[in-house]
């Protein structure tokens, strides 16, 4: 359970970082409504460009996630952050109307990173 933990902190980790820094201004088919990069998104589910920010913390908890290879007193915290954040992607993708497809990154970084969690506790 140790290793898997492992494993899926380093893809949740990559993925975050992966999609905030490299991938924010390319079209894929998960992104909101009709939105076409990053900021198109929140529009669409009716953010400004104040909750950009959100970047900020998701990449710093994706890092914080990657260290607690080395520093397990890391994992949990981390594990839980990008937890709390894909439960509220997975909520906006539905108060947009958004079909069930388009939310399964974020539900399914949000189960992997409630599993890390969870095998932190034992």
Not at 19 to 42: C, H, I, P, Q
Not at 43 to 68: H, W
Not at 69 to 93: D, E, P, Q, T
């Amino acid at each position: 359970m140790k290793v898997l933990s492992k494993i899926l902190s380093v893809v949740v980790g990559l993925t975050v970082i992966n999609v905030w820094l490299f991938r924010s201004g390319k079209s894929t088919s998960y992104r909101g409504g009709d939105a076409s990069n990053l900021m198109e998104e929140f529009e669409v589910y009716g953010l400004g460009d104040f909750f950009m920010t959100i970047g900020i913390i998701k990449v710093s908890l994706a890092i914080l996630l990657l260290l607690s290879i080395y520093f397990n007193k890391l994992r949990l915290i981390s594990s839980i952050g990008i937890a709390f954040m894909m439960l509220v992607a997975v909520y906006m993708h539905f108060s947009v109307g958004d079909e069930l497809m388009k939310s399964m990154p974020a539900s399914v970084m949000l189960v992997s990173c409630l599993f890390i969690a969870y095998s932190t506790k034992k």
